[in-house]
């Protein structure tokens, strides 16, 4: 079953297909391979990448933000948001169909569990700086085994990035914080009665 998906972030089907388009040269399962190469050796200076900063110097994050700025429109875009969605997404080795805060709360393997504690999905949430929360979305994206959506990802990264600068929807059900909630409480009530 497909799910619908709705993005705050990543509205625009350009740049959805251009991040999902640099993610799948980077996993080297581009169809254009043939005009462009596979991005795999740049896979690994991505993941070596400590902090955003960092990200901002690398091959990998030249050719997403090459693709995503021309959309945009905007010089003063977001280069360290867009630079986090390199680095984690470089952790992604196989795209899911579950929202990312759903994934993180579905069930572990018949456990009862979640994929990741509410602790950590709170601790994720309530990160203070970039470094932060790319480290902690870099961890839930290794404790769901490698396996999460990719825009749904990218999405949220964008989304966290904007609320860090003060820029919140009007509306509370479109905030990240609820958004996520929601979806990962609701994956968590599907096994937990």
């Not at 005009?35 to 990448?49: F, K, N």
């Not at 390199?86 to 579905?106: D, H, I, M, Q």
């Not at 990240?176 to 990962?184: G, I, K, N, P, S």
Request: glycine fraction near 4%; aromatic fraction near 10%.
């Amino acid at each position: 079953m497909s799910q619908k998906h709705y993005y705050q972030m990543l509205r625009n089907e350009y740049l959805r297909s251009q991040v999902w388009n640099w993610w799948a040269r980077l996993q080297g399962q581009s169809k254009a391979e043939e005009v462009m190469p596979s991005l795999r050796g740049v896979r690994a200076e991505l993941r070596r990448c400590h902090t955003p900063d960092d990200v901002l110097l690398t091959e990998g994050f030249r050719l997403l933000w090459m693709a995503v700025s021309r959309e945009e429109g905007d010089p003063n875009a977001d280069m360290i948001a867009w630079a986090t969605v390199a680095a984690v997404l470089a952790e992604v080795r196989a795209n899911s169909e579950l929202a990312f805060a759903a994934a993180l709360g579905s069930e572990k393997e018949k456990t009862g569990k979640p994929y990741v504690s509410e602790l950590r999905f709170s601790q994720l949430q309530k990160s203070t700086d970039s470094a932060s929360f790319l480290r902690r979305a870099r961890r839930s994206v290794a404790l769901l085994g490698r396996t999460a959506n990719v825009l749904s990802l990218a999405d949220s990264i964008l989304h966290w990035h904007k609320e860090k600068q003060g820029h919140y929807p009007e509306k509370p059900n479109h905030r990240l914080a609820v958004r996520w909630a929601t979806e990962y409480f609701t994956a968590m009530s599907a096994y937990q009665r």
